[in-house]
């Protein structure tokens, strides 16, 4: 039987989605080819880049609005980097950005190699388990930079601040998983791993009219606009990663969109969000009001019980569930793909013990 996975990433995607891909890297469109065997200029593979494309725009509901989607790679640790070398003034640059966990600490890092980083809201106090808020954007930085879904400590932003300048969010982790008005960005980007697929391609949607403006000289492969011009395709693509995002996009859209999968998120996290506050061996990591859906950190109120605990899971078929490293205790992570049922098989693992 296929095992209740909490993995925080890379992380379980649709069983149906697996089965079409392991299929396609056998014969792909009935070619009689492997789609890891084609050239990704093939009218078959075009195709499929974009489709992906447009489905992503269109589950944001970007379309017809200024922007572009682009499969790149390198991950979200590389956009950490290409967002300050396309957007940072190269005379006296300037940008804003909110510490609210491990990974906007490593994009306050790179930023800091191009211009001038104010922090102008952290966490860190205490170890990153809220979400600040009541911060001021200044005017003149040349953009601000967020990130949604604090994957590590399990907080997650659920109203992002007013701000007429240029808006960046790392939304690795919780992209497709909420309505929101994705127009209010104008940068987003996510490593495919964590909401759409495997590991290898990071998806970047970008409003074209911010980009050109840094007067810097970027090399090809780190400039936005490079990659526009040459249709996600100016070297080779990440085509399994592509293609399985693709089938994702895809099994979201036929299952409703961002709307329907949102309402399905909800309900997982209410369920083991309840289960958390009601038992008396758990308690929650994070401040209530800044609870991730996505990734639902907690801890035992007596450690001594955990070798109990662990045994309990691991023998009910639950795999994932330690947290990172850094925070310790549990972190499950209910992505988009993960059924309710596994939800209520790591709750009913609660109460036994
Ligand atoms: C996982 C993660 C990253 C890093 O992604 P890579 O693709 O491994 O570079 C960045 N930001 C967030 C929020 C993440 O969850």
Redesign the pocket.
């Known amino acids: 039987m296929k095992k209740h996975n909490f993995s925080a990433?890379p992380c379980i995607l649709p069983q149906s989605v697996l089965k079409q891909a392991s299929e396609a890297v056998l014969n792909f469109d009935n070619l009689d080819l492997s789609l890891i065997e084609i050239s990704h200029r093939s009218k078959n593979f075009v195709a499929v880049m974009e489709k992906a494309r447009s489905l992503v725009l269109e589950l944001l509901n970007l379309e017809g609005k200024g922007y572009t989607a682009l499969f790149l790679q390198g991950?979200?640790?590389?956009e950490f980097l290409m967002t300050p070398y396309n957007l940072m003034k190269n005379e006296g640059g300037k940008a804003a950005y909110t510490n609210t966990g491990t990974?906007a600490d490593k994009a306050i890092k790179e930023a800091k190699l191009f211009g001038e980083v104010a922090v102008i809201a952290s966490s860190k106090d205490k170890n990153h388990s809220y979400i600040p808020k009541n911060y001021t954007i200044p005017s003149d930085v040349d953009y601000f930079h967020c990130?949604s879904?604090?994957?590590i400590s399990g907080t997650q932003m659920k109203t992002f601040p007013k701000f007429d300048g240029v808006t960046v969010c790392?939304m690795?982790?919780d992209i497709f998983s909420r309505e929101l008005d994705f127009s209010q960005f104008d940068l987003i980007y996510a490593?495919a791993?964590?909401n759409m697929g495997p590991?290898g391609t990071?998806l970047v949607v970008v409003k074209d009219e911010i980009l050109g403006k840094t007067g810097r000289t970027i090399p090809s492969m780190l400039d936005y606009q490079i990659h526009i011009s040459k249709d996600s395709m100016f070297n080779t693509p990440a085509v399994f990663p592509i293609y399985v995002s693709m089938l994702t996009l895809q099994w979201l859209k036929d299952l409703g969109g961002i709307k329907a999968i949102e309402k399905i998120n909800n309900e997982k996290a209410a369920l083991l969000y309840a289960e958390i506050d009601s038992n008396p061996n758990f308690k929650g990591n994070t401040a209530t009001e800044d609870r991730s859906i996505m990734n639902v950190t907690f801890s035992l109120t007596d450690d001594n019980k955990k070798e109990a605990f662990d045994k309990l899971w691991n023998a009910a078929g639950i795999n994932g569930l330690n947290g990172h490293r850094s925070v310790g205790g549990y972190r499950a992570s209910m992505y988009n793909a993960l059924p309710l049922e596994s939800v209520q098989a790591l709750v009913n693992v609660m109460k036994q013990l």
């Not at 991950?75 to 590389?78: E, F, H, M, T």
């Open positions: 990433g991950g979200a640790s590389l990974w990130t879904n604090n994957t790392d690795s982790s490593g791993q964590k590991a990071t």
